[in-house]
């Protein structure tokens, strides 16, 4: 259920998952999702509600996963990967809300994200709430959580299934150069069930469609936008 108790409307198709490149590759052949300890993020904070969150329902393990709801920007490529070994899991969101609902112990949801003054108002009703609250400064990750809890003893990670066909596309970090990004997709590809997988470098910091638009205003000639707009060696997907 989500983090209200309720299923949610998925207004927002896609999440995207921001890991590393190993991460991945691990993912694709183990077609499972790891959830993580959250006593390994970086927030403070974060890490207090989710251990006062652990501690009042006297759990044994509790786990968490964090995605985006937002198209990609360069604050989530910067913050939530190492830039040149980043990449990006697309997940179909509704099918995934669909399977995670039929997983005991599993909760899910956008995060909210408050100033001081609300959080002081939360009371004894709000436990469940506090795996799902974050502070006001946080609100430009527009994340969204998926919580696991046990019984069985905290391990550093949980894993549950993970279909391929919830992948709608992979990014590769836009830092990455074309070269290596082509022998990428290659050998992602090469993983069993990923032959026809969409795979893509991102163009976030090096667009065509941009520079483009940016020959125009100047009248820059057709035949020297087009040698400009797209480097050699650049990606086709």
Known sequence: MDATGSRPLAEVTFLRRYTSIAAVIDILRRKELPLLDPQSWDDRNDRYFMSLYKESGELGGLYGLCAATCKETYHHWRVFT?????????????????????LPGVSFGEVDYLVLGKVE?????????????????????????????????????????????????????????????????????????????????????????????????????????????????????
């Open 121 to 237: 108002n939360l009371g004894p009703g709000d436990r469940k709430r506090l795996p799902f609250v974050k502070r006001w400064g946080f609100e430009p990750e527009s994340e969204y959580r998926i919580i696991a809890e046990t019984t069985e003893a905290q391990r550093p990670a949980l894993s549950i299934d993970f279909p391929l066909s919830l992948i709608g596309r992979i990014h590769l970090n836009p830092w990455l150069p074309a070269p290596i990004a082509d022998s990428l997709k290659a050998t992602l590809r090469e993983i069993p069930g990923c032959s026809k997988l969409p795979i893509a470098r991102s163009q976030l910091i090096e667009s065509g469609r941009w520079k483009v638009a940016g020959d125009t205003v100047i009248r820059r000639p057709a035949a020297l936008r087009r040698k400009l707009a797209k480097p050699k060696g650049a990606p086709k997907g």
């Open 82 to 102: 190492n830039a040149a070994d980043g990449a990006c899991i697309e997940i179909r969101r509704e099918p995934l809300e669909e399977r995670l609902q039929e």
